[in-house]
């Protein structure tokens, strides 16, 4: 796992992964906050299962690729 920290004197791939997934996932959450008609509560429900699923299958992926 750590090649998936820090690689040859620079971060990894799996952290830069992990960032740009979640930026991604935060304008996605905000698009949808702006067009659809749903209670915030549940939303962010919705939002942060969606994003621990994203994050569990980068996880799993770069666990397979080691």
């Known amino acids: 796992m750590n ?5 040859s004197g620079h971060l990894g791939w799996g952290v830069f992964s992990l960032t740009v997934f979640t930026g991604i996932w ?6 949808c906050w702006r ?4 209670r ?9 299962i969606g994003w621990m699923l ?11 690729a080691s």
Not at 35 to 38: F, R, V
């Open 26 to 31: 935060w304008l996605f959450f905000d698009l």
């Open 40 to 48: 915030i509560g549940r939303l962010l429900a919705l939002m942060a």
């Open 3 to 7: 090649v998936f920290w820090w690689t």
């Open 35 to 38: 067009l659809l008609a749903i």
């Open 54 to 64: 994203g994050i569990g299958c980068i996880l799993f992926g770069f666990y397979l």
